[in-house]
T-cell receptor, first 116, second 112 residues
Framework: NAGVTQTPKFRVLKTGQSMTLLCAQD?????MYWYRQDPGMGLRLIHY???????AKGEVPDGYNVSRLKKQNFLLGLESAAPSQTSVYFC???????????????FGPGTRLTVL | SQQGEEDPQALSIQEGENATMNCSYK?????LQWYRQNSGRGLVHLIL?????REKHSGRLRVTLDTSKKSSSLLITASRAADTASYFC????????????FGKGITLSVRP
C-alpha cells in the first residue's frame, strides 16, 4: 500500500496564478483533510471531507477550494495565489467512526509551495 | 485556536537518556494523540489515548493522561539519535464533528 500520496512535492507560483494539489489514499478511508504548516504555527486545518461528494470548511479556508469527486482523491485548489499562501501543505486521511473524527490520521509527505 | 500546548518548545538530550514532553489542553477531550515529524517529512502517528485511559505504552514510548489536570506526557525511554524530530500533541474534543487540533510542537534533539 502506498498510503497517502501527494503531488506535486514542490511548486513555485507567481502571485495571481492558480494551481491544484492532488491527494490520493489507498486505505479506503472515509475522511480526508488538508492542512497547512507554517513555522511556529503548528498544523491548521484548511478543509476536510467526511465522504465522497462532501466537503467542509476548517480553521483557515479562505483562498482555497476543495473537491472530493472520488473517495480516494481529495483536491485542494488555489484560484489566485497570494504570498500569504506560501506554506507546506499536508493531506491526511482517517477511518472514522460515525460522525466523529476520533481516529488516527495518516499523513502524506507534503507539498512545499512558494508564492512569489 | 490552539487547544493543545506542548512544553518545552525544545529539548536537547544525550543518546540513552529519557525524554519527557508535556501537553496541556483547555477543554474536555474525547482523545489525545501524539505524532512525530522528521525534518521535511509528513507526520506519523505514535499513540492515541482516550479520555477514560490513564496510561498507554508502545515500545519505548509511554503516554499518560490526567484529565483532572488537563495534561498529558510523552516519555521516550533510552533515546536514540533517530528519535530526533518534532513531536506534536493533538486533541479531539468531546461532541460530534469535533476535529483534531494540533499544538505547535516540541523539537527534540538527541545527541549521539
Amino acid at each position: 500500500n502506498a498510503g497517502v500520496t501527494q503531488t506535486p512535492k514542490f511548486r513555485v507560483l507567481k502571485t495571481g496564478q492558480s494551481m491544484t494539489l492532488l491527494c490520493a489514499q489507498d486505505m479506503n478511508h472515509e475522511y480526508m483533510y488538508w492542512y497547512r504548516q507554517d513555522p511556529g504555527m503548528g498544523l491548521r486545518l484548511i478543509h476536510y471531507s467526511v465522504g465522497e461528494g462532501t466537503t467542509a470548511k476548517g480553521e483557515v479556508p479562505d483562498g482555497y477550494n476543495v473537491s472530493r469527486l472520488k473517495k480516494q482523491n481529495f483536491l485542494l485548489g488555489l484560484e489566485s495565489a497570494a504570498p500569504s499562501q506560501t506554506s507546506v501543505y499536508f493531506c491526511a486521511s482517517s477511518y472514522s467512526i460515525g460522525t466523529a473524527m476520533e481516529d488516527t490520521q495518516y499523513f502524506g509527505p507534503g507539498t512545499r509551495l512558494t508564492v512569489l | 485556536s490552539q487547544q493543545g500546548e506542548e512544553d518545552p518548545q525544545a529539548l536537547s538530550i544525550q543518546e540513552g537518556e529519557n525524554a519527557t514532553m508535556n501537553c496541556s489542553y483547555k477543554t474536555s477531550i474525547n482523545n489525545l494523540q501524539w505524532y512525530r515529524q522528521n525534518s521535511g517529512r509528513g507526520l506519523v502517528h505514535l499513540i492515541l489515548i482516550r479520555s477514560n485511559e490513564r496510561e498507554k505504552h508502545s515500545g519505548r514510548l509511554r503516554v499518560t493522561l490526567d484529565t483532572s489536570k488537563k495534561s498529558s506526557s510523552l516519555l521516550i525511554t533510552a533515546s536514540r539519535a533517530a528519535d530526533t524530530a518534532s513531536y506534536f500533541c493533538a486533541t479531539v474534543l468531546t461532541g460530534a464533528n469535533s476535529k483534531l487540533t494540533f499544538g505547535k510542537g516540541i523539537t527534540l534533539s538527541v545527541r549521539p
